[in-house]
């Protein structure tokens, strides 16, 4: 997976969590279905964003053709499980503009002679491939009425623009390939969904979008491209990181203008994407006192967020149930140096003993273990279908509960839901509404939502 949006579950509801992971799966499977098993490798974040508007702007009662959801069979990444997922023709322009995308990017990775690709046998190869995906990336888009030559012409002129560039010029003239090929691609998602008067400030968010995405590429390869001289487009017109990240929080400033004039019948997960999400990317990319930890568990003694109960419900059931009264979300009480903790199988578990997925209480009996061969034949079935990353799940060793990889690393790099968000200010449970809970539904928080 590549790409600048990465939305993470903590900041999403659950509604717009099932609706994301429907157009991330339907944007995988139209690219299996329209263009072979080796095109789901094209998959990326931003290219669903297509998918999502299209839907996103189809009038009750009214959808592009074949559009909305259908059940797919069990995955590997979803830990085996089915789903529900996106169709139709907003799910097809996804995927032909991804692969074409994705062909422009291996090509120009031979170009560089990047890592692998600097050898002849995989570059031959390579090629190869992106020919093959050219041509059927034209051909699924032919279908929906748009023509992927304005990326491929994008994506040649900005070879030219890289080798005439002058010393000193713009950096914006180096994004102007990829700004042109964005703006075409989200324009045509209101022609499929039938609003012609949202081509124009589509077509200005996508232009916009496709700027954010060059100049954060740029400055997320800086390093490495001077370490290894290849070219940068930052460094060749002797642009400082300061003016890009300027250049980059104008753009989100005028991708949430441009969504003002946009006629949408559902905006929630529209909004989420480009409004919010894309200034979190410029915040993990330029950096930002404290993004980088995901604050869902909180420092001891803090009182829990607002994500935890979101606007209009009340406290979790199980706070009513403590007997105690004490807050299950918050951290429990350190133990008291000079009390001695309680001993023997039938002891009650005091507070400040840790709990939860990976903890076996005191006096329980061990876990079940494998033996070697056992175990390794557990690990491997698991570790095909993700369990081990995506799901909790009984270690296939141990036999001891534990969550998955990628919950227990933090590796959506999540942030924090609320903290710094320009769009709603300061209020914490606006961003809740925002971004938490399901859409800005009563929000006054200035976002137009």
Not at 212 to 237: M, V, Y
Not at 330 to 338: K, T
Not at 370 to 389: D, H, K
């Amino acid at each position: 997976m590549f790409g600048i949006i990465r939305p993470c579950r903590h900041r999403l509801s659950e509604r717009l969590q099932a609706s994301w992971m429907a157009h991330l799966c339907g944007l995988c499977l139209a690219l299996r279905d329209d263009h072979g098993q080796l095109a789901r490798t094209a998959t990326n974040y931003d290219g669903l964003i297509i998918s999502v508007l299209v839907e996103a702007q189809a009038a009750a009662g009214h959808t592009a053709a074949g559009a909305g959801r259908r059940t797919a069979g069990p995955c590997p990444l979803r830990g085996m499980r089915t789903a529900s997922v996106a169709r139709g023709e907003g799910a097809r322009l996804a995927a032909a503009v991804s692969l074409a995308l994705a062909s422009v990017k291996i090509r120009d990775h031979v170009e560089d002679e990047d890592g692998v690709f600097a050898r002849r046998p995989l570059a031959a190869g390579a090629r190869a491939v992106t020919r093959r995906w050219d041509r059927k990336s034209a051909g699924s888009a032919s279908v929906v009425g748009f023509d992927t030559s304005v990326l491929l012409d994008a994506a040649a002129r900005q070879g030219e623009l890289e080798r005439e560039l002058p010393a000193g010029g713009s950096v914006l003239l180096v994004t102007e390939p990829t700004e042109t090929a964005t703006a075409a691609a989200f324009a045509h998602t209101a022609v499929l969904a039938g609003r012609p008067g949202n081509e124009a400030p589509l077509a200005e968010a996508g232009r916009l979008f496709g700027r954010l995405a060059h100049l954060l590429d740029a400055a997320e390869d800086q390093e490495a491209d001077a370490a290894s001289g290849a070219w940068n487009p930052l460094d060749a017109t002797g642009t400082d990181r300061a003016e890009a990240e300027r250049l980059c929080r104008d753009a989100v400033h005028g991708i949430r203008l441009a969504l003002r004039d946009v006629e949408l019948t559902d905006r929630a997960l529209v909004h989420i994407l480009l409004a919010h999400e894309t200034e979190r990317a410029v915040e993990r990319v330029f950096g930002r006192p404290g993004h980088a930890a995901c604050r869902v568990g909180h420092e001891p003694g803090a009182a829990p967020a607002a994500v935890d109960q979101p606007h209009g419900h009340a406290p979790h059931a199980h706070a009513q149930l403590d007997p105690t009264g004490s807050n299950p979300y918050q951290s429990p009480p350190r133990h008291d140096p000079g009390q001695a903790p309680p001993q023997g199988p039938g002891a009650p578990v005091p507070p400040w003993v840790p709990q939860g997925p990976g903890f076996t209480p005191p006096g329980a009996p061990p876990p079940n273990r494998r033996n070697l061969l056992a175990g390794c034949a557990a690990w491997a079935l698991m570790g095909c279908t993700c369990q081990l990353l995506c799901c909790e799940h009984n270690h296939p060793f141990s036999g001891e509960r534990r969550e998955g990889f990628c919950v227990r690393n933090e590796c959506c790099d999540c942030g924090d839901c609320c903290d710094g968000c320009q769009c709603c200010g300061e209020n914490a449970q606006c961003c809740n509404d925002c971004g938490c809970c399901d859409g800005c539904d009563g929000c006054d928080c200035g976002c137009d939502c």
